[in-house]
T-cell receptor, first 111, second 114 residues
Framework: GESVGLHLPTLSVQEGDNSIINCAYSNSASDYFIWYKQESGKGPQFIIDIRSNMDKRQGQRVTVLLNKTVKHLSLQIAATQPGDSAVYFC??????????FGAGTTVTVRA | DADVTQTPRNRITKTGKRIMLECSQTKGHDRMYWYRQDPGLGLRLIYYSFDVKDINKGEISDGYSVSRQAQAKFSLSLESAIPNQTALYFCATGGVSGSYNEQFFGPGTRLTVL
């Protein structure tokens, strides 16, 4: 079946550096994508979203890039901070009001 | 997120027991979801509801049932718990006040079936 997946299960980043988290998806009909952040012991929290009619969207210290040609989604975090340590999930809207989640990337920020 | 609450937060039970997990929300959202999270597998959809009394199966509904008697509440039941249902369970809501399909998650319930 079609699914969303992340390229790497773990990412170690030096504090202050930029982080890039990647996600590949296979459903070409997906029209909406979300990045979630999950800290230890908490539920996933919304970071940023993007619709399929866009290539790029920026938030506070975060940027999401969407490449529909290769079905690739990425989350860039600028000037990574210790509080950015978490598991990051990409999710795609597979049909009306249902999301399909990737397995997640664990980001560890080194001091 | 205090707008979506789950009870209990932790539960240990034995094989064969019936378990109910509760979810309440104050967001006024129509859509509610139950997910299961296992290490390395992300979140998988168990059941979802778009309105009171509306129930829809997700990708892994076997062994689970749900009830949506009120807009603000969505409960998940395990009729006869088995060890491979040990997991982290999340409730989520979605509605017109959010983005296109942004979902808001509760803090989770850690369930252990012995």
């Amino acid at each position: 079946g079609e699914s969303v997946g992340l390229h790497l299960p773990t990412l170690s980043v030096q504090e202050g550096d930029n982080s890039i988290i990647n996600c590949a998806y296979s459903n070409s009909a997906s029209d909406y994508f979300i990045w979630y952040k999950q800290e230890s012991g908490k539920g996933p929290q919304f970071i940023i979203d993007i619709r399929s009619n866009m290539d790029k969207r920026q938030g506070q210290r975060v940027t999401v890039l969407l490449n529909k040609t290769v079905k690739h989604l990425s989350l860039q975090i600028a000037a990574t901070q210790p509080g950015d340590s978490a598991v990051y999930f990409c999710a795609e809207n597979i049909n009306d009001y249902k999301l399909s989640f990737g397995a997640g990337t664990t980001v560890t920020v080194r001091a | 997120d205090a707008d979506v609450t789950q009870t209990p937060r932790n539960r240990i039970t034995k094989t064969g027991k019936r378990i109910m997990l509760e979810c309440s929300q104050t967001k006024g959202h129509d859509r509610m979801y139950w997910y299961r999270q296992d290490p390395g597998l992300g979140l998988r959809l168990i059941y979802y509801s778009f309105d009171v009394k509306d129930i829809n199966k997700g990708e892994i509904s076997d062994g689970y049932s749900v009830s949506r008697q009120a807009q603000a509440k969505f409960s998940l039941s395990l009729e006869s718990a088995i060890p491979n249902q040990t997991a982290l369970y999340f409730c989520a809501t979605g509605g017109v006040s959010g983005s296109y399909n942004e979902q808001f998650f509760g803090p989770g319930t850690r369930l252990t079936v012995l």
